[in-house]
């Protein structure tokens, strides 16, 4: 088992910036590849971001590209997203998720643990 808890997210304004963290605890933590996905209202959760298990990898939607970072602190097992210029579209539930470093990184359903979320409210 891996226990996830998303922290981070908060009220702010467009162009904004805000840095979520997803602390890890439970089974080896470096065992584990990581991502980000997000869940609005009446929407499908949809991936953000994922990072390899040695992080040297890290992939992107293409409507957070150049505006989200991810990064992993394997030390404090702590995964990070930094979002920046964030727009009202960004408004969403975000989860973190650890997968077997294996599966594919794109969708939802090869995460097999999942933190509780973390709400990013972005006013215009």
């Known amino acids: 088992q891996v226990q996830l808890v998303e922290s981070g997210g908060g009220l702010v304004q467009a162009g904004d910036s805000l840095k979520l963290s997803c602390a890890a605890s439970?089974?080896?933590?470096?065992?584990?590849?990581m991502g980000w996905f997000r869940q609005a209202p009446g929407k499908e959760r949809e991936f953000v971001s994922a990072?390899?298990?040695?992080?040297?990898?890290?992939y992107y939607a293409d409507s957070v590209k150049d505006r989200f970072t991810i990064a992993m602190d394997n030390a404090k097992n702590t995964v990070y997203l930094q979002m920046s210029s964030l727009k009202p579209e960004d408004t969403a539930v975000y989860y973190c998720?650890?997968?077997?470093?294996?599966?594919?990184?794109?969708?939802?359903?090869?995460?097999?643990?999942w933190g509780q979320g973390t709400q990013v409210t972005v006013s215009s």
């Open positions: 990072i390899s298990k040695s992080g040297s990898s890290t």
């Open positions: 998720a650890a997968r077997l470093p294996w599966r594919p990184y794109h969708t939802p359903e090869q995460y097999a643990y």
């Open positions: 439970g089974r080896t933590f470096s065992n584990y590849a």
